[in-house]
């Protein structure tokens, strides 16, 4: 299965819950810390009690990364937890000169073997076009994030009167030749949202923000179903990940991924 | 020794070249195949032979992260052959939302100890935030890349006039308080480059794409001599590290490093 069907299943079961594992140690449930590696344990928990409810998983790579050559590690062993039908998003933010780039995709995509990431659009199309090279694979380019600081660059005003994310939201369709291009906008910019939907075409839409950020799921529902789109993954993190922290925490964050289904399937235009 | 006070030490020797150690398994010289580690040897080799000359070391992440838990042994084994009175720059352009960039600063900065980073500046203050409040070390927000895929985005041209890059570079001096902030700037872009110079105040800048990408060093140091300023840094890595690919490409490379610095020196107004 390519990463455009596995998406494209869980989208069609009306499962739009992406679980972003920004799994950190100081937050996880304490008696975890009585496992030879308490984060792997945390993510296999996760995951087996999340998979047959989400469209897709989502791993943050700094969580990781602080640990070094052991984060690689533990991101390859929680890989191998993820059923080998639901999409892996590499949240990584890569994006760098062409012959880099190249290096980036081979980690990402061959070493770890994810089926999507995420890209920094900054430096333009020679910078993300190896990415795009895997046609297989999803590569979701940041548009409009969820944070505050979009307001500094991502939301300059240019001479023509767009701002840069919607410059980088019409580049990108350009560039989707090969139907495996997304963008992330954030969860936390309804307005913006609504204003901008119709320029998402085919695109797959990764929207972080809900939750610990503010943003809310049944607006960002809302706004997709009145427009009659399904191509979306709406990330939720620590606004699930961390809703328990008791022995049983597997089986209370199983009850909340169901009930944001129930309610994505209840709202209503 | 922080951070500033490495690079200072080194600008006010007149030395500005930083080695970029882009090392790749397929271009190094074929006898260092028959060491255990031979990215580790030849970036030991590069280290002993250019550690006098060179002004600062710039590690390329993506040239590490495709062997995974491996390549990050192989990142803080280099780090141990560079002399500790030496800026160490991770090439990793980095920024996410604030808290992950919280986790990407520490494993940067923390973990792997190095004196300096290169971010992309796209998602804004709060994402960059993070690793400006380590006040020792330094951070290069990339402002007019090197290359062609620059003119996509980084030149997309705002309503006040100014382009997107310029707009990085203003903040980036607003955001300079402690004194430790950079800006990356294509040495392609000699153009630019004239054009510029002028609002980068006490910024540290990093000038990618001499050599391989085909950036003149000449007209590049021409520009700073002429307008007084010393505070930059002139990445070379494929036109300096696999220059010579026989057993005695440590001594040729210290030749070529030598020469730059006889270049740099020479050069008239």
């Known amino acids: 299965m390519n990463a455009q069907e ?27 810390l009585n496992y030879n590696e308490p984060i792997l344990e ?13 469209a897709a998983y989502k791993i943050n790579f700094a969580f990781y990364e602080k640990y070094g050559a052991k984060g690689f590690e533990i991101i390859k062993q929680t890989l191998e937890f993820i059923p ?10 890569r994006g760098d000169i062409g012959n880099t780039s190249e290096m980036y ?8 073997s994810f089926d999507a990431i995420t890209l920094h659009p900054y ?25 505050n600081g979009a307001e500094d660059f991502e939301k300059l005003k240019t001479i023509d009167g ?11 369709n350009e560039w989707n030749k090969n139907k495996n291009l997304g963008i992330v906008f954030g969860a936390t910019k309804i307005e913006e949202l609504k204003e901008n939907i119709n320029s998402f075409y085919d695109l797959f ?23 009659k789109m399904n191509n979306y993954l709406i990330n939720i993190s620590r606004g699930l990940i961390y809703s328990d922290d008791t022995i049983n925490f597997g089986n209370f964050i199983k009850k909340i991924i169901i009930e944001h289904n129930e309610l994505i399937q209840k709202i209503d235009i």
Chains 1, 2 share one sequence.
């Open 6 to 32: 596995k998406i494209i299943t869980r989208l069609n079961q009306n499962l739009h819950i992406c679980v972003g594992l920004d799994s950190d140690i100081e937050k996880i449930p304490k008696h975890l």
């Open 42 to 54: 945390f993510n296999k928990i996760i995951i087996e009690n999340t998979y047959q409810f989400a």
């Open 84 to 93: 080998d039908n639901i999409l892996t998003i590499a949240d990584a933010k």
């Open 105 to 112: 995709a081979k980690a990402i995509f061959d070493e770890l």
């Open 123 to 147: 430096m333009g199309y020679d910078s993300l076009n190896p990415f795009f090279s895997y046609k297989d694979k999803i590569n979701f380019l940041l548009a409009l994030t969820s944070n």
């Open 162 to 172: 767009n701002f840069v994310f919607q410059h980088v939201i019409k580049k990108t």
């Open 205 to 227: 839409i990764l929207l972080p923000g809900v939750g610990a950020q503010g943003g809310s799921l049944d607006e960002v529902v809302s706004v997709f179903n009145k427009n």
